[in-house]
């Protein structure tokens, strides 16, 4: 679990409420199913009017990662390398053949592939970096989602507002309940712009960091592959692989 998501979200939601009833209101006059008809809806049309439907779809499976997903084991891809570069000094390249069933990562598997067939290291690297190319590209998917989701939620929450003031200014023969009709209408402002900045923009955040942490892994998988096939010391390639994951510590803050 990711525990900064998930405090993130409790201390944002309990924030709102707690100035909410501080400032004397109530949680149940933010609770419109109208409202959030309205602006969840509207949001969802529009984005599938935008992209692609197998997008959306990817897009809504990638957000259990925004409180699931960790950052990728790179120190596990790493010493799994550096077993295999000792290895491949002993025995020969093709030696690593019968170790493909143990790995794990499809990426790792198919770089390995291709190099115990005798790939050429500069062929292998353009067909990799190829690879790696095209799955950010799938993967930058599902973050454009949410971005897209998080520019949409306002103003359909300002259409809800205006659809909610209309209801309102046809009922002006009963005065007594303007004001809360009007207090109703506005509540489909706040359910868009607090979807947005909330959940679905910072959620798109949080994707494409975990895009950009795998992505820095599996560089550092094609580099060590590459070295194995250079015959490059074991010792040497780990100290040089270790740079993406010091990278990888710095980008997320945890660098000592």
């Known amino acids: ?37 309205i602006v969840f809806g509207g949001t969802l049309g529009a984005v599938m009017l935008q992209f692609p439907l197998a997008t959306v779809v990817e897009a809504a499976k990638k957000f259990l990662k925004v409180f699931t997903g960790g950052a990728p084991d790179g120190e596990s891809a790493l010493h799994q390398l550096v077993e295999f570069s000792n290895k491949a000094r002993r025995s020969g390249i093709v030696s690593l053949d019968q170790d493909l069933g143990s790995v794990q990562d499809p990426y790792m598997k198919q770089a390995l592939m291709l190099a ?16 790696l190319d095209n799955q950010t590209e799938l993967e930058e998917g599902g973050s454009q989602v949410f971005e897209a989701a998080g520019g949409f939620a306002p103003t359909i929450g300002i259409l809800g507002a205006v659809l909610g003031l209309i209801q309102v200014m046809q009922h002006l023969d009963k005065i007594n309940e303007v004001g809360r009709g009007i207090a109703v209408a506005f509540v489909a402002t706040l359910y868009g712009v607090a979807s947005a900045n909330l959940l679905f923009l910072p959620s798109a955040g949080k994707l494409r960091i975990r ?5 820095r892994v599996k560089e ?5 592959v590459i070295s194995i096939l250079e015959g490059l010391n074991p010792r040497m390639m ?19």
């Open 1 to 37: 679990m990711d525990k900064g998501s998930i405090v993130g979200v409790l201390v944002a939601v309990g924030g709102i409420a707690a100035g909410l009833l501080l400032d004397g209101g109530n949680i149940r006059q933010v609770l419109q199913p109208t409202a959030a008809m």
């Open 116 to 131: 115990v067939d005798g790939t050429d290291p500069i062929e292998l690297r353009k067909i990799m970096q190829l690879e």
């Open 211 to 215: 895009m950009q942490e795998e992505q």
């Open 220 to 224: 550092m998988v094609l580099e060590g």
């Open 238 to 256: 780990e100290l040089k692989l270790r740079t993406f994951l010091a990278e990888s510590k710095a980008s997320d803050g945890t660098a000592t």
